[in-house]
């Protein structure tokens, strides 16, 4: 790996006086984040000693004592739990025994293996229920389509086409807007109160058989698994074999290649309950626990002291399993998300030497990102995101397309001095002008847009600030964009742009400044986007 050559500066934490002009003093706050110390932190926690922050890792915990460290060092006020800088949550794990896995239908028995795969679960346990065949399991009211009208699905299995089939002379396009227009089955199964969904022997089950019966089927999601984005799906799936399916429909007025004939014309028999079919999912289950960072700068206003901002960072990284033709198997998640940490934890000391804004701001140090987004899903969906009123999210800000090049993967980085700015648009009126007057007034940095759009996949679902949207809470999104290094072991802090670093986190400080200390509380006054029709705003 090659190494960082650092000049050390030293930065002085000289309280800035309450008479200077809040401007000024903003603008020297502003000026203690520097190249030279967000890179000195991003190179500690993107450093092989800490082996790219795996949620849970000792690698992990080792970025979580820093941090901590850091924030006591600054008089940041601790606010985990018990008067800690930890948040902890729970993780629940599941892994199955395809050896005494096993299901019946009636009197008949079946095989883990031969006649059915578990493609996906959550938890272990014995599931018991009559099966309900419901040809696609959409449900699309304006074309008529609705097979939960007829059937009561709680407590049975859905038995469905695979979950991409559509009725004929139905496409994705003429169906209209995913969530709002038309559900699938898992939506469907999901908040009806399904056992589990169950695939037909398709051609593209049987095909796929061989590979899905050798793999090790696992489970882990938070616990309890709040959330939507990237929430695993909290049912059991299972693709069955034409023995069980014959089974299941046995004595029912139809038979398997009557249903499985749909497959391919794609008009599908009437729904109707079949057989009674028990699968018993057998195996270790076991739990970890995980913490996010969280501190607190108070507010100059007690009466605003229940009008929170948080600013979040994940501190760990996508850590896989490849080693490179050198010889390199260390993922170290420099900017994803080691350059955010860091510049984040510039703009805590920012924060702590500057003027003081009206209202309270929480520091978060979150893990568990990659894997699910379990701290912030943990966070946002429990006390601590009860009192927020608008979130920033800092995730990868250390990336430069150098001008001219159009090398493989850089299609979406940010230029020199850019960074992409996502959420306000769409949601606050505030926060839209707190960020465009901290981008007119000091412009350390250039705005680009084009994600600032419900449409953009990092709008929703993909980026810790999901959980913040879900429950109502408008959010501002910096980062830099995607580079080839991404989750990858070269994703190394020797290809971080200190300038940038400097420069979107000198950014974030005044526009996190503004949104904290303006008249006007954020609000999300804007109509919610269609791909979030489930989320009541905080108006
Ligand atoms: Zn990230």
Redesign the pocket.
């Known amino acids: 790996m090659p190494m960082l050559r650092l000049v050390a500066t030293l930065v002085l934490a000289v309280p800035i006086s309450a008479q200077a002009h809040p401007d000024a003093a903003i603008r020297a706050a502003a000026a203690t984040i520097t190249a030279d110390a967000v890179t000195r932190d991003a190179a500690h926690l993107a450093s092989d000693a800490l082996r790219g922050r795996l949620t849970p890792s000792p690698g992990l915990d080792s970025a979580r004592e820093f941090v901590a460290t850091r924030l006591a060092s600054l008089g940041v006020k601790p606010f985990g739990d018990d008067g800690t800088y930890f948040q902890w949550y729970t993780v629940r794990t599941a892994a199955l025994d395809s050896n005494t896995s096993r299901a019946s239908v009636g009197a008949r028995e079946f095989t883990y293996g031969e006649d059915f795969v578990v493609t996906s679960l959550v938890t272990l346990g014995a599931i018991e229920g009559e099966v309900a065949y419901l040809g696609s399991g959409i449900r699309a009211p304006k074309i008529g389509l609705d097979p939960y009208a007829t059937i009561d699905v709680r407590g049975k299995w859905i038995l469905v086409h695979g979950l991409n089939a559509l009725p004929a002379g139905q496409t994705r396009e003429t169906l209209g807007t995913p969530g709002v227009d038309w559900t699938t089955a898992m939506d469907e199964a999901r908040s009806r109160g399904a056992l589990g969904l169950i695939a037909l022997p398709t051609p593209a089950v049987l095909n796929g058989w061989s590979r899905t019966r050798d793999r090790a089927v696992t489970g882990r999601d938070l616990d309890p698994a709040v959330g939507r984005a990237y929430s695993a799906y909290p049912l059991p799936r299972l693709s069955v074999a034409l023995s069980m399916l014959d089974a299941m429909l046995a004595g029912h007025g139809t038979t398997a290649s009557v249903i499985l004939r749909a497959d391919s014309t794609r008009i599908f028999p009437a729904p109707f309950v079949a057989g009674r079919l028990r699968v018993d999912l057998n195996g270790t289950v076991g739990s970890f626990r995980a913490a996010n960072v969280v501190g607190m700068i108070e507010g100059s206003d007690p009466a605003r002291a229940n009008e929170r901002i948080a600013i979040v960072s994940?501190l760990d990284?996508?850590v896989g399993r490849g080693v490179t033709p050198e010889g390199d198997s260390i993922y170290n998640?420099a900017?994803?998300?080691a350059s955010?940490s860091a510049g984040t934890l510039a703009i805590a000391r920012a924060m702590m030497t500057g003027p003081r804004p009206k209202r309270p701001i929480m520091f978060v140090w979150d893990s568990g990102?990659?894997v699910g987004l379990w701290g912030t899903r943990h966070l946002a969906y429990g006390p601590l995101g009860e009192q927020l009123v608008a979130m920033v999210n800092v995730?990868?800000i250390g990336g430069t397309k150098v001008p001219g090049t159009n090398n493989p993967g850089e299609d979406e980085l940010a230029g020199p001095g850019e960074v992409f700015i996502s959420g306000p648009g769409p949601l606050s009126t505030v926060l839209a002008g707190h960020v465009q007057t901290a981008l007119d007034h000091y412009g350390y940095a250039t705005a680009r847009r084009e994600f600032d759009v419900p449409e953009s996949q990092f709008f929703y679902p993909r980026?810790?600030s999901a959980p913040f949207l879900e429950n109502g809470i408008p959010v501002v999104q910096f980062?830099t964009g995607l580079q080839p290094r991404y989750h990858r072991q070269t994703d190394e802090v020797s290809y971080l742009d200190p300038a940038k670093m400097e420069a979107v986190s000198r950014q974030v400080y005044v526009t996190l400044w503004h949104i904290a200390n303006g008249d006007v509380r954020p609000r999300w006054d804007k109509p919610t986007p269609d791909k979030l029709w489930f989320v009541t705003p905080r108006r």
């Open positions: 994940h990284g996508a998640a900017d994803d998300n955010g990102e990659e995730d990868m980026t810790d980062f």
